[in-house]
């Protein structure tokens, strides 16, 4: 998992949609928490595509962190 071919804005990019994936989720529960009555269905499918793109990306970078070792 060297990323030494690897454009370093990768890694950038890749820990800005880890913020803003965790924002996505965080929003998706909150919505869900609150009630929202019809949208329920879509926050919920919506938390869980958020959150597999999240558990990707971190796990990206984990990857990356531990091959810098």
């Known amino acids: ?3 030494s071919g690897m454009p370093r804005f ?3 990019w890749s820990t800005i949609q880890v913020g803003v994936l965790a924002a996505a989720v965080v ?4 919505m ?3 009630g929202q009555g019809k949208l ?5 499918v919506a938390a869980v595509f958020f959150g597999l793109a ?3 990306h971190a796990t990206y970078l984990w990857l990356l962190g531990r091959a810098r070792r």
């Open 1 to 3: 998992m060297d990323d």
């Open 10 to 12: 990768r890694r950038i």
């Open 27 to 30: 929003f998706c529960v909150v």
């Open 32 to 34: 869900l928490v609150i």
């Open 40 to 44: 329920d269905r879509v926050y919920a």
């Open 54 to 56: 999240l558990v990707g």
